[in-house]
């Protein structure tokens, strides 16, 4: 090993170990996108408009993002149940095949309640 690549093999064990940005070929990149770093956070998807979910009583909604706020406070516990029930998930059925995230509509499989749906669809978008 030559004089430069020390200093260079140091900065890159330095920022893995905080996480931030490793240094490549001269170029800083964010831990996300080094090989070997954590995922990378997913872009939100919006569905078409010919593919929005639409909630009982009439409100639509287009991305995960929106999904989380009604389960916060935008439906009812009626609404959800009309959704949701034994051997039925309509969130997830739509999360998986319109907003194409598997993950996220196992997780929704997994929620019999708003507030557990709620937090299911935050980690998606946190991930």
């Known amino acids: 090993m030559n004089s430069e690549e020390k200093p260079k093999r140091q900065r890159r064990k ?8 490793a240094e490549v070929e001269g170029k800083a990149r964010p831990a996300s996108r080094r090989k070997g770093g954590k995922a ?10 010919d593919k ?14 929106e999904l989380h706020d009604a389960f916060e406070s935008g439906m009812s516990d009626e609404q959800f149940a009309h959704h949701v029930g034994p051997g ?3 969130f997830a059925c739509w ?29 998606s978008l946190v991930a």
């Open 95 to 123: 999360v998986e095949d319109v907003l194409g995230n598997p993950d996220c509509a196992r997780a929704l499989r997994e929620t019999s309640t708003r507030k557990d749906a709620a937090r299911a669809v935050e980690a």
């Open 14 to 21: 330095k920022a893995a170990a905080e996480g931030t940005t």
């Open 52 to 65: 929005v979910f639409w909630l009982r009583g009439g409100a639509t909604i287009a991305n995960l993002r």
């Open 88 to 90: 039925r998930n309509d």
């Open 40 to 49: 990378k956070a997913q872009a939100l998807v919006q569905a078409p408009a």
